[in-house]
């Protein structure tokens, strides 16, 4: 598809504020939808949104968004940071496996919160979040793999997504949406060190993205302009943070016969998504030969580059660092049965048994496994036992990705287990219920503290 493709997307987000809505896409977008509420619920009783509060109390200005985090109305950018950070905090966001990107937590806590202050019904929310992953998606898929080296894609691209649904929910047309676009990729930010190192920075990514594509899509909407070459030219975003102007062609194949909303993978686990291949591949060869922990000599993990470069993780000191460990992950997975949030309380990470468990745990990177990312993920395994037996598995996808989705029904389980950890249960259920069935928006919601460590 030649042209600019700034054009290009915008007038694909246009399409979406009038085209028919098929009843499988919708049915998308409300899965989306829910997936973004279970993982932003425990985030706003724990994590870094808690302090975000306290740190821009006199910042909340007046309005009809909802910040879940403090249960208040709110201005729309300020419910955006806050339930855009929120969101990030436990690591169960959507991913748009193509482009190693998690559109929900920037394009969803920014739609919404439009949504809210503006009054808008369901129909027009979904039509958002559907141009925000339109137009997102399409452009991560450009910028990778290389943009990765250096750049958090979901803290860079979530703010064109949030730009794009902020301005189709001012009702803006593709030049406007595009001018939209143009803006944000000014104030598209955050780099690895602040995802792979240490501290809380990497889920207020995703915060600042959301809130700075609302600024984006309102400041286009009053007639603010960016240029046309944002994207493409010289000096223009894809320059700036790949290894050239842009892979358009990926990008864009395919635009018109199907949207990334309906290509989504939804998380199986409380982790980074580049150690799900590695936990389901275990899981698999215990339904074929069933092993424990206490059975287990040694574990060999072969990846791709991520798995190495970022979750080959010893050094693991709070919840955060475990998320982002195979080793770690590994060893919880065997000895609690799963990774969801009990593996990452205060008492699991000082289990002395996990710990010891994690030195039997080795990562290297596979070529072939390695040439066939970021489009499939994959891992192939090793375990040998005390026995002597050594066992072998190729882990060929992940649980929850396109082509091994997850359900309706394990869907909706994932969400009442994250959800009733803040929300009492009729509480979770009545949210539930609004986002799956109804043409409502989701209104104020009251969240229960934990005590968890997400640090």
Sequence with gaps: MSGNPLTILAQAAETWQTRPLTDAVEHDTRRAVLDWFAALLPGCAEGPALALSRALATERGAGEAASYVEGQRVCARHAAIMNGTASHTVEFDDIFRDGGYHPGSPTIAAALAV????????EAF??????????????????????????HITAT???????????????CN??????????????????????????????MHCGH????????GLAAAEGVTGSPGSLDAAHGYAAATSDGTGNWEAGLAGLGDWTPISHMTFKNHGCCGHIFPTLDGIRAMQVKQPFGPEDVERIEVS??????????RMDVNTARDARFSVQYCTAALLHLGGVRLAAFTPEALNRADLRAFMSRV???EDAEIAAAYPVKRQARLKIILKSGQAL??????????????????ELIEKYDELAREVLPPETADDLRKIIMTSDDLPGLLAVTPVRRSIA
Excluded at 178 to 199: D, P, R
Excluded at 209 to 216: C, E, N, Q, T
């Design 115 to 122: 949504a809210q202050a503006e009054g808008a019904s369901a």
């Design 126 to 151: 979904h039509r958002a979040v559907i141009g925000g992953y339109e137009v997102g998606c399409r452009i991560a898929m450009a910028l990778q793999p290389s943009h990765y080296r250096n750049w």
């Design 157 to 171: 691209v979530g703010t064109m997504g949030a730009a794009v649904s902020t301005a189709m929910l001012k009702g």
């Design 174 to 203: 593709a030049e406007q949406i595009a001018h939209a676009i143009a803006i944000s990729s000014s104030f598209a930010g955050g780099h690895q060190e602040n995802l792979q190192g240490q501290g809380q920075t990497k889920p």
């Design 209 to 216: 993205a959301a809130d700075a594509g609302v600024l984006a």
């Design 303 to 312: 990846g791709y580059g991520p798995t190495v470069s970022i979750c080959d």
């Design 362 to 364: 080795s990562v290297t």
């Design 392 to 409: 072998e598995h190729f882990q060929p996808t992940r649980k929850g990705d396109p082509d091994d989705p997850l359900t309706d029904a």
